[in-house]
């Protein structure tokens, strides 16, 4: 009996349903192909005004992730796309313009010649996708269309809310997670939250940012700067946002490190300020304490492991219960932080042979005997969300200086000559959130 193995199926890079058309050549090149469409639909009634305006913004949202493609190629070289109704348009997070005329739009571009698509292999698991056509690319080369001249629907959801259900199988004892975005419903926090992530998007989209092109793919977009705030719900908790909270969606957070230095800002390099040892100083803070002096990871017998000892602190702040026997595979843990665990964050640790969880644990306690309170009680999640209510507060007060800074989760890039300024901004929020001025200084 011949058996076949299934191939994985081939993962491209989502449709933005939130791309929009700011700059004068691309705006003239989405007026061209929407007037092609009508002039080729032949329909013998005018739409509903609102369904016309959402027919337009489809129309625009096609052309704009097509032209995009073409200056900025996905690494498949096709958009994964989803054109089933379903829920869609319904929830917080849908753009309500990509209803049932969305297929539509499509096909008539395909008619035009100015897509291809593929239809979605249900064996394989693969989604439908489309890439713009050798003659839509040729016209957005014709039309000298940049970066800059892309921008952010408005109405896109700026606070994501990610709930993470786990299971463990009765019978193999396998443990599976499932993340799902929940709708919600506005609170005085929730908008709050949301006002001030939009005010720092508006200030960033408007701040002088760009990238020193360094030949290395992927090619960097400085004008992808768009923030939004994730929060995370676990099982059958009821919605709530003290738990994550933190930023993502700058192209700086997206990069690797060492391209941080290409990164100009009001056109000077950027320093890059982070707090030092910042989760295990805020479990500290929880407790009431003042933790011992020194590098707090600097633990008798692991002195040139320390990011083991980063590692296995971290797992012990994000345990529920104290029961952990062994670590994780390939000693890496990451954090829970978004539905499709696009911006989670892995911390990576080695120890040396024979270091067990118990004679792990018992080492640091030597150091750090206090924060056996903290450990196995999953704390870890509302640390990170009081790490991002302080880098929150420090992006406000340097944005109420006219300072530009992007956030790093626990640090931030500023240009080298507001490094000092940016440094006294972080003590200050730190002691004014957490009640302790936590360390923080210059990466070198």
């Not at 193995?5 to 700011?22: M, S």
């Not at 800059?148 to 463990?168: C, I, M, N």
């Given at each position: 009996?011949?058996?076949?193995k299934?191939t994985?199926?081939?993962?491209h ?11 004068e050549?691309l ?10 469409v ?9 739409r509903?005004p609102?369904d ?22 996905p ?10 109704n379903?829920e ?5 997070y ?12 499509l ?7 100015l ?15 489309i890439r ?8 957005v080369v ?13 109405s896109?959801?700026?606070?994501l ?8 199988s009765?019978?193999t004892?396998?443990?599976t997670k ?49 923030l ?12 709530r ?9 700058g ?17 000077e390099?950027?320093?890059e300020?982070d707090?030092?040892t910042?989760?295990t100083?805020?479990a ?6 003042q933790?011992?002096?020194g ?6 017998g ?16 994000f ?10 595979p ?30 792990t644990?018992?080492?640091?306690l ?12 999953g704390?870890g999640?509302?640390?990170m969300?009081?790490e ?9 007060e340097?944005?109420e ?11 931030l ?9 940016a440094l ?6 730190s ?6 001025e ?7």
């Amino acid at each position: 009996m011949v058996s076949y193995k299934r191939t994985k199926p081939v993962k491209h890079r989502w449709f933005d349903q939130w791309l929009v058309a700011r700059g004068e050549p691309l705006t003239r090149l989405v007026r061209k192909i929407r007037d092609g469409v009508e002039a080729h639909e032949k329909r013998q009634r005018a739409r509903r005004p609102d369904d016309q305006r959402k027919h337009l913004r489809i129309i625009e949202g096609v052309v704009c992730n097509l032209a995009y493609a073409v200056i900025s190629p996905p690494p498949t070289g096709w958009l994964a796309i989803n054109t089933r109704n379903g829920e869609r348009g319904k929830g917080r997070y849908d753009n309500k313009a990509f209803g049932t005329t969305y297929r539509n739009v499509l096909a008539l571009l395909e008619a035009d010649g100015l897509l291809q698509r593929q239809i979605s292999d249900a064996i394989r698991g693969e989604v439908s996708s489309i890439r713009p056509s050798r003659r839509f690319a040729d016209i957005v080369v014709a039309a000298d269309i940049a970066l800059a001249h892309f921008g952010r629907d408005p109405s896109q959801e700026l606070l994501l809310l990610t709930r993470v259900t786990r299971k463990e199988s009765p019978i193999t004892r396998e443990r599976t997670k499932t993340r799902k975005l929940e709708d919600y419903t506005d609170t005085p926090v929730t908008l709050s939250y949301r006002a001030a992530v939009r005010e720092l998007n508006a200030f960033l989209d408007s701040a002088d940012i760009s990238f020193i092109a360094d030949g290395i793919d992927p090619a960097v977009d400085p004008y992808g700067r768009t923030l939004t705030r994730r929060f995370t719900i676990f099982d059958s908790q009821e919605p709530r946002f003290d738990q994550v909270g933190r930023l993502f969606g700058g192209f700086w957070m997206s990069i690797k490190k060492e391209r941080r230095k290409q990164i100009r800002v009001d056109g000077e390099p950027v320093a890059e300020l982070d707090y030092s040892t910042m989760f295990t100083r805020l479990a500290y803070a929880d407790l009431w304490l003042q933790p011992p002096e020194g590098d707090l990871y600097a633990i008798p017998g692991l002195e040139d492991h320390r990011s083991g000892v980063k590692l296995a602190m971290n797992c012990f702040l994000f345990d529920e219960t104290p029961t952990r026997r062994t670590w994780p595979p390939d000693m890496a843990f990451t954090y829970e932080t978004g539905a499709d665990n696009a911006g989670a964050d892995t911390i990576q640790g080695k120890l040396p042979k024979g270091w067990t969880v118990s004679r792990t644990k018992k080492a640091i306690l030597t150091v750090h005997p206090a924060l056996e309170r903290a450990w196995g009680r999953g704390l870890g999640y509302r640390l990170m969300w009081q790490e991002s209510e302080i880098l929150m507060a420090v992006l406000r007060e340097l944005m109420e200086q006219n300072v530009v800074a992007l956030g790093l989760h626990d640090g931030l890039l500023v240009p080298a000559s507001k490094a000092q300024i940016a440094l006294e901004a972080m003590r200050r929020q730190s002691r004014a959130i957490v009640g302790v001025e936590l360390p923080c200084s210059i990466k070198a």
